[in-house]
């Protein structure tokens, strides 16, 4: 386990933009599939896990929820270990655990123990790999990281859309347990990913810098394994609680659409075909805005471009919630998708503008954390409001206005609080009766010689009288 140093991202070190960075990219690629897509993925199984345990519908719900919880919960602890072992490391172990719940899960007697196998053990390696992976693309791209975090995103709507089939021929062929077995096999491929995270190498020093840092050993300060100084920069506390207030609304749509689909008449086929229409525009949604996200114009205003896309969203929700006909809902899924896939390729690449490659390993463990407690409001907070209501108009409504709301903050919170800048004032400046002397000299250097002028003052010696060459003279 190297050790801190690893992965600390030394000074002098330039982000590639290319060469084994594209290897990077696949792995936060194949990650980023697996955590978003397999707590969606699990529940073709939910089914089978009623007839076998006499459960409801509602007991098997928490394996997501916990899967989610667990994502987004654990990202302090995933910051304190990777600034404590690095990347490469936790990504591996992270493997290892998320393997090790699934296969775990497929003996399980009870749902108790599939909550702590496929919940909090699954789950918790999901979060290892996760974050580290977003840490890693982040380092090794700088120019073309709006487009890198566009492909990584992309990972998930691929991933979906591969794994819900995948689950159903699973557990058509071999049964739940076979299935999570097979599952668990399947992410055994983390750890080749972690293994792609090789750390950045700082550059060869020349033989004699290399004597003399030999000679004088510096001792460098304790790294913080969480910093939470990152709450006293203003962008990052903007950033913070409109992600909170986003994530409330944002995963809403999603789950109820296709109960609002079964809700106006449409058979379960038609209304599970508005999921795949969704992911596949989803699927194109995120690279295309990485792309535009990284031209040279764009990119320095990169954060109202994430408050369009949340207003993009929310508009989207509101149109949506008058929908009457299976049509109507077809169009929302599109334009869904694409809003959707703009938030997902931006969040992240946003953050780290806003915090820079130091502080990020710590942001986005405290984001993560924020969010977690959002995503486990929010969802459940929709529900009730059908069940009081018997409308889904109001949910679609409200998850429309959450996401709007957190445009306004994200947008007019950076407009007025970080762009306009008061001007810093003249500072005094304290010069040493040395510096003092040095600047004189510097004047008298740029005036005329004073060979010169002594000479001046000898060829006109009537007009001028007689003049004592002195130092004082010359100036």
């Not at 699990?42 to 989610?68: H, R």
């Not at 996760?130 to 890198?148: C, E, G, H, T, V």
């Amino acid at each position: 386990m190297g050790g801190a140093a690893v992965d600390d991202c030394p000074t002098g070190v330039k982000a590639p933009d290319g060469g084994w960075g594209w290897a990077v990219l696949c792995g936060c690629f194949v990650i980023t599939g697996f955590s978003y897509a397999f707590p969606k993925a699990v529940s073709v199984f939910f089914k089978e896990l009623i007839q076998e345990f006499g459960v409801g519908y509602s007991d098997t719900a928490w394996i997501s929820s916990i899967l989610l919880a667990m994502l987004y919960g654990t990202g302090p602890l995933c910051s304190v270990l990777v600034n404590r072992f690095g990347c490469r490391p936790v990504m591996m172990v992270g493997g290892l655990f998320a393997s090790l719940g699934m296969i775990l899960a497929s003996f399980a007697t009870s749902m108790i123990q599939i909550y702590l196998t496929t919940g909090v053990i699954t789950g918790l390696g999901l979060a290892l790999n996760f974050q580290p992976s977003l840490i890693m693309l982040n380092r090794y791209f700088d120019q073309k990281r709006p487009l890198a975090n566009g492909l990584s995103a992309a990972g998930s709507p691929v991933f979906l859309c591969c794994l819900s089939p995948l689950g159903h021929v699973l557990q058509h062929e071999f049964g739940w347990r076979g299935g999570f077995l097979i599952l668990g096999g399947m992410l055994l491929n983390c750890c080749a990913c972690g293994a792609l995270m090789r750390p950045l190498e700082p550059p060869e020093k020349p033989v004699d810098q290399e004597e003399q840092s030999s000679k004088v050993v510096e001792k460098k300060p304790k790294r913080k394994l969480l910093d939470f100084m990152v709450f006293k920069d203003r962008g990052f506390l903007i950033y913070a609680i409109a992600a909170c207030i986003m994530v409330l609304g944002l995963f809403v749509p999603p789950v109820f659409v296709v109960s609002y689909a079964v809700h106006l008449g449409y058979e379960d086929n038609n209304a599970a075909f508005l999921l795949s229409i969704l992911g596949f525009v989803d699927l194109f949604a995120r690279p295309i805005c990485g792309i535009i996200a990284g031209l040279k114009w764009i990119r320095p205003r990169c954060v109202y471009l994430f408050a369009f896309a949340m207003v993009f969203n929310g508009v989207t929700d509101l149109v949506g919630s008058m929908s009457v006909d299976y049509t109507h809902l077809v169009i929302f899924c599109v334009f869904f998708g694409m809003s959707y896939g703009m938030v997902g390729a931006l969040q992240f690449e946003v953050l780290m503008a806003i915090v820079g490659t130091k502080k990020f390993p710590s942001a986005i463990g405290l984001v993560l954390l924020m969010e977690a407690m959002a995503v486990l409001v929010g969802p459940p907070s929709a529900g009730k409001l059908r069940d009081a209501t018997h409308n889904y108009m109001f949910v679609f409504m409200l998850a429309g206005g959450q996401v709007m709301l957190s445009a306004l903050v994200l947008g007019f919170g950076n407009y007025f609080c970080i762009k306009k800048k008061p001007e810093e004032p003249m500072k005094e400046v304290d010069a040493s009766s040395t510096e003092i002397e040095l600047l004189r000299k510097r004047v008298e250097s740029s005036l005329m010689p004073s060979s010169e002028v002594e000479q001046f003052l000898k060829e006109d010696t009537e007009k001028n009288g007689e003049v004592k060459v002195n130092p004082e003279t010359c100036v």
